[in-house]
């Protein structure tokens, strides 16, 4: 049966030991989970694959590698602990401001891209790319699992259009099924504004779609019976509502693209873009996600015309973050984001990084140099993709926000089996020391959330914690606070280091699950048709230890010594008489 883990039983030591003089939190929340969703949430089931990664085309070389034989390993294990935990492919974007004035040369043939303009706005980074980008994007689905692919293809200049018809020829004959769509520009409505048109607007866009659509369809790289083609990724200006009164719906298009950040430090640092009050406030989620009430009109109307919305971009401070982009707030707020995404009529989203040091990206290599080395940095919104990956089902999700009476806490029920049976519940608790008023500074800032009786025999719990809003940022010189999931950090290569660890707890009765503040619980409500929590190492860039039981390649289902805390968190519940288990 193995020995009593140490963090186990110190946890349970400090426990009892605290009973007398325990500290209050900051309240029990009562989570009613409806046995079924409403017939609108039932409309909008969402894949496991729902969050994705974006990639700024420049910088992608410096991430993925030069050539399609030196793949960093960091890389393979990044990627593959996200498609470990999903049955669907692996989603990827790659495009950008700079995709849209970058050129594609197939006579390109000795590394996968080449930066054009040493004196380019870094907002704007054009280059040169050949067949080596497919080459690598193909060697990496072979190391990392089944991945696909959107791609973005020039519009913002005329003299660009024939170069992205030859993109689209050289991506669908090279990707083949990995593609899954081609982006048709980038945020059209800030051309104008950026001086790259005069007076541009949606009824000038409109009709310049019809000219690329026809020329991709005359080179046979484009069928409106069978449309790969996505689109208009806007960002600022203009709403998918009012593009779609003008004329935008004639077009056959696979999916609607939006993309969109809740500020931008473009100018420099301010207020509003350093506010971590902001981004722990339930409360702006649905807002920002929607964007504006026309943008949403246009969500819904592409919904009832069969053509899925994807956020292609999202991240927390635009023009390469802020010094509250790394910290362990964003997490928790890309988490709620995405889930609040999953229940708005949004069938994908994608989470954005780029070049080397930009503060809210996903991971850096210790160099952007050579990313073959080991020293990657982790930035704490990765754990965003590991926690969506682990929450959404691979047989269809619908999630609810259930709207919890809290100003810090939030709950989402997610339906699996396409929104037949209750699977999974999501705390998040923003509550820390740090955004707290100075009245509670001695205060517990963990919550309570009661689930009724009946909702699960069972229930394994696993956690996203950290010492504190600011842990795991180098804006603020805390690296050295560890962020875990289920008792797993991310290791200089990519790697899960640590003993994977599910807690479980009898529910029957109804039972409590305690969140620290601040931190995030996924709970499953383990019965005979939920998803099985996956379990393992989900590491194929480095060697391992098979016999260690976090040392198998990953699956999902129970672990041993997961079973074992399991039976003995029973024993001491019955001796101690409490609701809550390690």
């Excluded at 034989?69 to 999903?86: F, G, S, T, V």
């Excluded at 081609?182 to 059209?188: A, C, D, F, I, V």
Aim: charged residues 15%; proline residues 6%; negative net charge.
């Amino acid at each position: 049966m193995g020995r009593f883990p140490n963090t186990l039983f110190l946890l349970a030591l400090s426990w009892v030991a605290g009973l007398s003089d325990a500290q209050q939190n900051l309240g029990t929340i009562n989570i009613t989970f409806p046995e079924r969703p409403s017939n609108v949430a039932l409309t909008n089931p969402v894949n496991d694959n729902f969050l994705g990664i974006s990639w700024e085309l420049s910088s992608l070389d410096t991430l993925w590698g030069f050539t399609a034989d030196k793949l960093p390993d960091a890389m393979q294990n990044y990627l593959h602990n996200i498609r470990a935990r999903i049955s669907n492919p692996l989603r990827m974007r790659i495009g950008g401001n700079g995709m849209d004035i970058s050129t594609y040369d197939p006579d390109k043939t000795d590394v996968m891209l080449t930066l054009t303009d040493p004196d380019a706005y870094f907002n704007d980074i054009p280059c040169t790319y050949g067949p080596v980008f497919f080459d690598v994007l193909n060697a990496m689905s072979d190391k990392v699992g089944d991945m696909s692919y959107i791609l973005g293809l020039p519009m913002r200049q005329p003299e660009f259009y024939d170069n992205a018809v030859l993109l689209a020829q050289a991506a669908q004959e090279k990707l083949g099924d990995k593609l899954d769509s081609l982006l048709l520009g980038n945020e059209p409505d800030l051309y104008q504004k950026h001086g790259h048109k005069d007076q541009y607007g949606i009824s000038d866009y409109v009709p310049d779609v019809g000219t690329v659509l026809q020329m991709l369809e005359d080179a046979g790289a484009y069928d409106p019976q069978h449309s790969n083609i996505g689109g208009p990724t806007t960002c600022c200006n203009w709403n998918l509502g009012d593009m779609l009164d003008a004329g935008f719906g004639q077009y056959a298009y696979k999916y609607y693209t939006y993309q969109h950040y809740p500020t931008h430090i473009c100018q420099g640092p301010n207020a509003e873009n350093t506010n971590m009050t902001y981004f722990v406030t339930h409360s702006n989620v649905k807002p920002y996600v929607v964007w504006e009430d026309d943008n949403f009109r246009g969500i819904n109307q592409a919904k009832k015309a069969g053509v899925p919305t994807l956020m292609t971009e999202y991240n927390s401070v635009s023009c390469g973050g802020s010094n509250i982009s790394d910290t362990f707030a964003m997490p928790l707020w890309a988490t709620d984001v995405a889930l609040a995404a999953a229940g708005s009529n949004i069938s994908g989203i994608f989470l954005h990084t780029r070049e080397f040091d930009v503060t809210y990206n996903l991971f850096d290599p210790p160099s952007p140099n050579d990313p073959t080395k080991s020293g990657w940095n982790t930035g704490p919104i990765y754990y965003t993709t590991l926690v969506i990956a682990e929450t959404l089902s691979a047989t269809g999700s619908v999630v609810v926000d259930l709207n919890v009476d809290s100003p810090h806490a939030v709950a989402y029920g997610v339906y699996d089996n396409g929104g037949e049976s209750r699977g999974k519940l999501v705390f998040i608790n923003y509550a820390s020391q740090e955004t707290l008023p100075p009245s509670f500074a001695e205060q517990d800032t963990s919550y309570t959330f009661y689930i009724n009786p009946n909702v699960a025999d069972t229930i394994g719990i696993r956690y996203l914690v950290a010492d504190n809003l600011y842990s795991g940022s180098k804006s603020w010189g805390t690296t050295d606070q560890t962020i875990t999931w289920a008792n797993q950090t991310v290791g200089p290569a990519g790697d899960l280091n640590g003993k994977q660890h599910t807690e479980f707890v009898h529910c029957t009765e109804g039972c409590n699950v305690t969140v620290p503040g601040p931190g995030l619980a996924l709970v499953y409500l383990l019965s005979d048709t939920s998803d099985k929590f996956f379990h393992g190492n989900s590491t194929v860039a480095l060697p391992f230890d098979a016999g260690d039981d976090s040392g198998s390649l990953g699956s999902f289902g129970v672990r041993g010594n997961d079973v074992w805390v399991w039976a003995t968190s029973a024993v001491l519940s019955m001796v101690l008489g409490a609701g809550w288990l390690w």
